[in-house]
Every structure is written in C-alpha cells, then in structure tokens.
C-alpha cells in the first residue's frame, strides 16, 4: 500500500500560482511513477502531469504545457506540481496518484490521494 496525500491548495487569484505537494508513505515511493489529475464539478476526471519514478521523464497536458512544472524529491517521498498563470478553468480538485506504470490514463493508476481543491477567481 502507498498513502498518498496532497496539500497546497487554496483560493487564489487569476494569474496568481501554486505549488501542490503529495507527500507518500508506505511502500518505496520511487518504485513508482507518479501522476497528476484534476477533476471539476460535474466533469471527468482528466491528466494534468506525470513524472517517472527516475524524475527524467515528464508529460504535461496541453492546457498546463508551458506554465507548470512537475518535480519529484524521491528522499522526501514527496511529487510537486506547480502551477502558474493559474486560470478560472483551472478550478477543480487536484489529485496525486501512483503507479507502476508511466501514464496518463487515470485508470492505470493504482493508489491515489483524498485530492486539495484549487478555486481560481477571476
């Protein structure tokens, strides 16, 4: 089992930024590649980042390239997700997760996180 569990969110304003942070206990946490999705009300849940268990590959979807990095610090047992530029769409529940695979299907996910809420006013 791995826990996972994420802070780091808040209200914020449009253009402001945050750094999400998903702190892991249980099993070695750099067996595993590690994901980040968000889901807003009424919405599926969707890929935001993913980081390999190394940290030397990165994804991002297309609506967070460019303004959000995704880092790991495997000592600290600890994935980061920062987020800048943030937008009103941008409101949603962020979830860390952690799989034995690097992907961005949420499915193929195995352990996940109680998720912080992001609310960006405009």
């Known amino acids: 089992q791995v826990q996972l569990v994420e802070s780091g969110g808040g209200l914020v304003q449009a253009g402001d930024s945050l750094r999400l942070s998903c702190a892991a206990s249980?099993?070695?946490?750099?067996?595993?590649?590690m994901g980040w999705f968000r889901q807003a009300p009424g919405k599926e849940r969707e890929f935001v980042a993913a980081?390999?268990?190394?940290?030397?590959?990165?994804t991002y979807a297309d609506f967070v390239k460019g303004r959000s990095t995704i880092s790991r610090d495997n000592p600290k047992n600890t994935v980061y997700l920062q987020i800048n530029s943030l937008k009103p769409e941008d409101t949603a529940v962020y979830f860390c997760?952690?799989?034995?695979?690097?992907?961005?299907?949420?499915?193929?996910?195995?352990?996940w996180g109680q998720g912080t809420q992001v609310t960006v006013s405009s």
């Open positions: 980081i390999t268990k190394t940290g030397l590959t990165i």
């Open positions: 997760a952690a799989g034995a695979n690097f992907e961005v299907t949420s499915a193929r996910y195995t352990y």
């Open positions: 249980g099993r070695t946490f750099s067996n595993y590649h």
